[in-house]
């Protein structure tokens, strides 16, 4: 069983940066392929971006592309998500996510991960 815990989010106004960060308990962290997803109100749940357990491939959606990177530390048991330049639409409930350890292939689809943080609010003033 993984259990995920999300901080990081606030209130910033459009232009500016925040990093999520995703702790994560259980000893298969290092070989789950982690997600951020985020949720605005009214909305699906949506993909932002994913990072392989070897953090060797890694995928972005195309509103996140050359503004948000994310990132894995395995010693800390801890996914990041670096948001710069946010814009006013990105406000929203972020969601961190991990696969199912083992796991062979890599996911953007939200059925794909079996673990979910409670999530932490975005909020972009514009």
């Known amino acids: 069983q993984v259990q995920l815990v999300e901080s990081g989010g606030g209130l910033v106004q459009a232009g500016g940066s925040l990093r999520l960060s995703c702790a994560a308990s259980g000893r298969t962290f290092s070989r789950s392929h982690m997600a951020w997803f985020r949720q605005a109100p009214g909305k699906e749940r949506e993909f932002v971006a994913a990072?392989?357990?070897?953090?060797?491939?890694?995928a972005y959606a195309d509103s996140a592309k050359g503004r948000f990177t994310i990132s894995r530390d395995d010693a800390e048991n801890t996914v990041y998500l670096q948001m710069n330049n946010l814009k006013a639409e990105d406000t929203a409930v972020y969601y961190c996510a991990a696969a199912p350890p083992y796991r062979t292939g890599f996911s953007r689809r939200k059925g794909d991960y079996d673990y979910w943080g409670q999530g932490t609010q975005v909020t972009v003033s514009s």
């Open positions: 990072i392989s357990w070897s953090g060797g491939a890694i």
